[in-house]
């Protein structure tokens, strides 16, 4: 997927959304950093890690699913107006192949930005040497929030 | 939602699903462990943890969704043969409320047990003191597989 | 599921249900009708139809999501506000069986209302002579909304 | 979307889809036609009609997806060998905005071919004069079955 032709309401929305990433210590605590971030689109790495496996140590679906919920969460916020928060509503993940990989590359694509409403496509992709695999894909819904201090940014 | 009826096919069921849930790494970084093993029903806890938040200090939605997940796919697994794997096809959560709370119950129960596809529900409850809130609900599909050596337990 | 005690915004929910029901054109072309609307929760009956079918005979899996998507949007409807709307944001339906019956009843359950998003979990049951099967289950995201003609009931 | 470079297993496929979806008499009851059959890809069109309403009078979003599933199901079928039928798991639809248009064009495009389960990408547009919109995203989940004669083509 390639991101549609979008406008971000917010000429900062790279460094609010950087600094927003910044504070989600559960990205920090599974090695998540985010490595794109365009106008409707945002891209996250996360490095395999043997302390976040499932039982036939691959990395853990639920995860792979985290990190590329937050790579979603914030393709939508990239096009928010500078003062208003995103709620994640529902996600759904689809696990296409095990989790087999050196890292893993997490891309958000927005799909349609609506005022209240938003929907966001997932990719994500196993590295494993030279070669890049997609082992699962998301659909997300979303909600721009405004007016509420516990839900900014 | 209580579980119907379920018969295990297998009379160790629990200690296997103990043993398998033992080897996800990923769920003792996060701190979750199994609370409860019943025929087609699982309840996983996990405390809140300063490191696992998203940007507001809430629970990361996507950390709360892989305990649910390893919730869900046990459900299903205490139904299986001794020797089948069990695979994650498929979830969609819906997040109903922030996960505000000391600590997180987390509680798969099949739906439908199939031969080759099982069907689970998850709920996730917050627990803040004396208070239980249901805060999001998940719906998975999962495969059983016999005969691979890399998807057993 | 039974549904959670709720309380009506609208002392005339059922009728107002009943006659935005009777308006979907798409319901009566399929045959389906409501027969029951209680508060948080609306069931409605298909019969088998031979117009109506996959290519193997069985009703078509996506009729019968029809069916219940109507029944899981009223379960909504029935706890909001008379001059309010509601829109289907997204659904997902597993299906369990393949959709053989004599005629089909489905039945759509209110788990979470809120003021802006409500979560509304759907099942479907195959009647086959005096054996009632459940073949799907439905999950679906509502949105209330207010002060839009287009949008209303 | 455009369709990655799949290989069909059987050379007759086209002729075997069209067949197959020939046979769903839901698609004839709702004016649904296959208008293009590729490897992976398969795209149905739907005239908009005053029999296939909601309460406002646009096409009802379960009968749009009816026919998505349909589109969806068969761009799996045209990569399955000639004796395999196929299943739909579960999917899920997002509705983006209001059906309203003379016709609907539905493309569905495998994300990923699976010996058993598949996964296909579904979008709908709105077809109203000489502009194309699109108004639903659907994502699902299919299974090959070989061997059972109720489930064939």
Redesign the interface.
């Given at each position: 997927?390639s991101a549609p032709d979008f406008h971000p309401a917010d000429a900062r929305y790279a460094e609010r959304v950087r600094a927003?990433?910044a504070?989600?210590?559960?990205?920090?605590?599974?090695g998540a950093s985010i490595v794109d971030v365009q106008p409707g689109q945002v891209a996250v790495e996360l490095p395999y890690a043997?302390?976040?496996?499932?039982?036939?140590g691959f990395?853990?679906?639920?995860?792979l699913?985290?990190?590329?919920?937050?790579a979603c969460g914030y393709a939508a916020s990239t096009l928010m107006p500078a003062e208003a928060?995103v709620?994640?509503?529902?996600?759904?993940?689809?696990?296409?192949?095990?989790a087999k990989g050196q890292r893993f590359r997490l891309v958000g694509t927005v799909?349609?930005q609506?005022r209240?409403?938003s929907?966001v496509?997932g990719r994500a992709y196993a590295i494993d040497g030279d070669r890049e695999k997609?082992v699962a894909?998301m659909?997300t819904?979303l909600?721009t929030v405004t007016g509420r201090d516990?839900?900014?940014?």
């Open positions: 997927m927003s990433f504070r989600q210590t559960a990205m920090a605590t599974i043997a302390h976040l496996t499932q039982q036939h990395l853990h679906g639920g995860i699913g985290a990190a590329l919920d937050s928060g709620l994640s509503i529902e996600y759904k993940i689809n696990f296409l192949a095990p799909v349609k609506g209240t409403i929907v496509e997609l894909t659909h819904t909600m516990d839900v900014k940014h």
